[in-house]
């Protein structure tokens, strides 16, 4: 057992109030004698329970005092112990049982704060597994929002009515190959939606191209992971009478490489 598994248990408090049997109170002692940590909880508890038992003292009648002193200076001998002239019964008979009941108060207190200190510390972990769980369900809550937004996102590009859909087919290369490119004509905005397309051979990326006039133009390359699935923003293009794409060395090419078009679409 750790230190602080040692204090966290609530063994020590026992410890101090007489509560510990012999197996935890020599644990306890050779903990002590050899951990700091522990000497110092111990010496917190019992300056604890020394503090509360100044604190709930009583103080002895005054008559008790007077009494106590003349018996002390009163003269002895050697057949007259003092013990014998110790009164049993009158006016000390009751200072022995608040004392005892000041002691059986002290033990009864010491005994409840041990269980409050078992509970605060049992309600605070539950505190801390309330907190992670709830920093938990916020982080999932803040991943839905934010899928849930790019949704919308993707959404209101599919149905705004100023988008042009092109649907994209395989070729002889890419046969069964399928993709659509969303075109906002009023912001230039293109969008590529892959359907179905094989992954690229390492080294390799699809490139998206718009042909303006007969000519190519790059429009971006993109990915086929599954961190883009859904819609990819490509770059924006005026005009355009197709588009078509290809595969080409990662990270795109200024030309397009024709033997390698594996998707061709013509626009509006």
Request: proline fraction near 6%; avoid cysteine.
């Given at each position: 057992?750790?230190a602080?598994?040692?204090i966290?248990s609530?063994?020590?408090e ?5 509560q510990?049997d012999?197996?935890e ?7 002590r004698?050899?951990?700091a ?7 917190r ?8 038992a100044?604190?709930?003292?009583i103080?002895?009648?005054p ?16 057949h ?6 110790l009164?049993?019964?009158g006016?000390?008979?009751?200072w022995r049982?608040l004392?005892?009941?000041s ?5 009864l ?12 510390r ?12 709830h920093?938990?369900?916020?982080q ?13 996102d ?6 705004d ?11 002889a ?24 397309l094989?992954?690229?051979p390492?080294g390799?990326q ?22 883009a699935?859904?819609?990819q ?32 679409g013509?626009?509006?």
């Open positions: 057992m750790t602080r598994e040692l966290d609530g063994l020590l026992a410890y101090v109030i007489g510990s012999a197996q109170s020599a644990l306890v002692e050779r903990m004698a050899s951990d940590a522990v000497r110092e909880e111990l010496e508890i019992e300056e604890g329970l020394e503090a509360f100044k604190k709930s003292a103080a002895p009648p008559a008790a005092r007077a009494n106590v002193m003349e018996r002390i200076s009163a003269p002895r001998t050697a007259a112990p003092i013990v014998r002239e009164p049993t019964g006016a000390s008979a009751p049982w004392a005892a009941a002691v059986v108060a002290l033990l207190s010491a005994a409840g704060n041990f269980m409050l200190l078992r509970e605060l049992h309600t605070r972990t539950e505190l801390a597994q309330l907190e992670s769980a920093e938990v369900l916020a999932v809550l803040n991943v839905q929002r934010t899928s849930f937004q790019h949704s919308q993707q959404l209101a590009v599919v149905m009515p100023r988008t042009d859909l092109v649907a994209l087919n395989g070729t290369n890419a046969t069964g190959a399928k993709a659509r490119v969303y075109w906002d004509h009023s912001a230039n905005r293109v969008f590529m939606d892959v359907l179905n094989p992954e690229p390492a390799k699809y490139q998206l191209w718009a042909l303006v006039d007969g000519t190519p133009v790059d429009a971006g390359v993109f990915d086929l992971s599954a961190d699935d859904g819609l923003r490509m770059k924006d293009i005026p005009r355009a009478q197709a588009f078509a794409v290809t595969l080409e060395n990662a990270g795109g090419s200024p030309t397009p490489d024709l033997q390698a078009l594996v998707l061709m013509q626009a509006g």
